[in-house]
T-cell receptor, first 113, second 113 residues
Framework: ETGVTQSPTHLIKTRGQQVTLRCSSQSGHNTVSWYQQALGQGPQFIFQYYREEENGRGNFPPRFSGLQFPNYSSELNVNALELDDSALYLC????????????FGQGTRLTVV | AQSVTQLGSHVSVSEGALVLLRCNYSSSVPPYLFWYVQYPNQGLQLLLKYTTGATLVKGINGFEAEFKKSETSFHLTKPSAHMSDAAEYFCAVSDWGAQKLVFGQGTRLTINP
């Protein structure tokens, strides 16, 4: 158990819809990162939040957006869903200061039909 | 830009045999290197990490890895494979701690009885 929880665990959406995924960070961690893992691929960095602001973004379009709350929990929002958005979405919490590890949640499996 | 190449998308070894999973990285700055393991339908668990200092790093479950700067490699080894080692393994690099990780494509390890 890493102390990072994600909800829901599975989700099916229709193309064009919007989705919100949630992540609760490990206690004491101030940074949340989101990754997309397509089937058979390694995780790809979407973006990171620190102090409630985006702190770096990977090669993902603006329809991928996020929030971080004062309690360091986070949301990932995806608008105008496409079939290629089907993937496992992983949340990782860490402490931005120092060389600590990132603790990953179990992920949310999103299927877009 | 940083990148990771994992040689061999699928490695199969016999129980009790040596496990060797290969990882080469590209980074313009001194890298932080990680190996993660992923069991089916689960998130990522850290096996070991290299930040600075000793180039031979020992991790959990008997795994170790050696950072070789001249070869830009960070191969993962275990002297004797166990059935429970069957999983997907990911090598990752970052330029600062556990932030904004860049992952390889993964290597699926199968253990034969």
């Amino acid at each position: 158990e890493t102390g990072v929880t994600q909800s829901p665990t599975h989700l099916i959406k229709t193309r064009g819809q919007q989705v919100t995924l949630r992540c609760s960070s490990q206690s004491g961690h101030n940074t949340v990162s989101w990754y997309q893992q397509a089937l058979g691929q390694g995780p790809q960095f979407i973006f990171q939040y620190y102090r409630e602001e985006e702190n770096g973004r990977g090669n993902f379009p603006p329809r991928f957006s996020g929030l971080q709350f004062p309690n360091y929990s986070s949301e990932l929002n995806v608008n105008a869903l496409e079939l290629d958005d089907s993937a496992l979405y992983l949340c990782a919490s860490s402490i931005i200061e120092g060389n600590t590890e990132a603790f990953f949640g179990q992920g949310t499996r999103l299927t877009v039909v | 830009a940083q990148s990771v190449t994992q040689l061999g998308s699928h490695v199969s070894v016999s129980e009790g045999a040596l496990v060797l999973l290969r990882c080469n990285y590209s980074s313009s700055v001194p890298p932080y290197l990680f190996w993660y393991v992923q069991y089916p339908n689960q998130g990522l668990q850290l096996l070991l990490k290299y930040t600075t200092g000793a180039t031979l790093v020992k991790g959990i479950n008997g795994f170790e890895a050696e950072f070789k700067k001249s070869e830009t490699s960070f191969h993962l080894t275990k002297p004797s494979a166990h059935m429970s080692d069957a999983a997907e393994y990911f090598c990752a690099v970052s330029d600062w701690g556990a932030q904004k990780l860049v992952f390889g494509q993964g290597t699926r390890l199968t253990i034969n009885p």
